[in-house]
């Protein structure tokens, strides 16, 4: 499926069912010439918007939603359909297909903002910075930062000192990259992202007892194609560099800790908590609300569980589960268990009992 004839101008509200399954390859169930105005749910869908069914789950939900086209998995059932009087578009991925068509109309639906420099941002003069790039109200650019080509940076965002953008980078509202550290190209720091913040590293003070900081003198280097979710934060290395691979996506509201390690096309979920110099290699999933303890190594492709807790290293290609994280079979199997142990002591006593 491809979406190379539609053209940014070619917006969602002049397209037909039929312009729909031309362009993504797709077939036509019912009436090719219901005009389309937008996307929705199921249960939230208008008649003129456009849904996605992409598994059984929800296909049922078909026939009570007042939608009147959908795109739907070759394969997937669809009970209740009339296509006298509605439609569907049959492709290999609904999912997939959704996404194309919206990365086809996203820029007119939210178009970039012009480049140039708004009165109010304040851009060093030793600062170096690209063509084409936007820089928004109250945005900050210190001394000796590099900005790339095509870049976009929103309001109230700063890029400190010797810090480097890549091209057609996107730093969001109030982010902030930290001095001299790295965002790839195409990157996105998403609002209030936080990328080079002090280490969590302290030590007792040899006097007082009470903690002590201890100085994070290293950078943090984020790859290409990178995203780094609203709130999130990557705390720079205490001597090196903590690392987001290439393609890598962070959700909202993470924090990666010192000198971390994470390799490519990993994927975050939100509030995740990896703790000081731990390694994620490539291909790795955590689920929502992981907690990572420090040097930690997690093998290529493992996936762990959401609200997992990791103590030790897991292999690669391993799914974990729990807390502390174990095998996530073994984990189900424990689960179960202790599912029966009240009905198992109940017995137990009865017998005694008797």
Not at 164 to 188: F, W, Y
Not at 315 to 336: C, I
Request: glycine share 14%; net charge negative.
């Amino acid at each position: 499926m491809q979406l190379t004839e539609i053209d940014v101008s070619d917006t969602l509200s002049m397209l037909t069912a039929a312009g729909i399954a031309e362009r993504l390859g797709g077939e036509l169930i019912g009436c090719g010439d219901h005009m389309l105005t937008g996307f929705a749910g199921l249960d939230d869908a208008g008649s003129g918007d456009l849904v996605f069914i992409a598994s059984g789950k929800w296909a049922s939900r078909w026939e009570a939603s007042a939608a009147r086209v959908a795109l739907v998995t070759r394969g997937v059932e669809v009970p209740g359909h009339d296509a006298k009087s509605r439609t569907l578009i049959l492709v290999d991925d609904a999912e997939i297909g959704i996404m194309l068509l919206l990365e086809a109309v996203a820029a007119e639906l939210r178009p970039a903002p012009l480049p140039g420099i708004h009165a109010t941002a304040v851009v060093h003069e030793d600062a170096e910075v690209g063509t084409d790039v936007h820089v928004g109200a109250s945005a900050v650019i210190e001394a000796h930062a590099t900005i790339g080509n095509g870049v976009i940076i929103h309001a109230g965002a700063v890029v400190e000192h010797h810090a480097r953008v890549g091209n057609r980078a996107v730093i969001g509202s109030n982010a902030v990259l930290g001095a001299s550290c790295q965002l790839g190209d195409r990157s996105v720091l998403h609002p209030s992202a936080v990328v080079g913040a002090e280490g969590f590293g302290f030590r007792p003070d040899p006097e007082t007892s009470l903690p002590r900081r201890i100085p994070h003198l290293g950078t943090v280097e984020i790859g290409n194609d990178v995203e780094i979710g609203a709130g999130s934060c990557v705390d720079r290395g205490k001597f090196g560099a903590t690392r987001v691979g290439d393609g890598s996506k962070i959700d909202n509201v993470v924090q990666i800790g010192h000198n971390v390690q994470i390799g490519r096309g990993v994927l975050i979920a939100a509030l995740t908590g990896l703790g000081g110099s731990c390694q994620i290699e490539d291909g790795v999933v955590l689920g929502a609300q992981v907690g990572i303890a420090e040097h930690v190594k997690i093998g290529a492709g493992a996936r762990i569980a959401a609200t997992s807790g990791v103590m030790r290293d897991v292999p690669e290609g391993k799914d974990y589960a729990g807390t502390p994280a174990r095998p996530a079979r073994q984990t189900l199997r424990e689960v179960a268990a202790l599912r029966k142990l009240p009905d198992l002591l109940a017995s137990m006593s009865r017998r005694e009992s008797s």
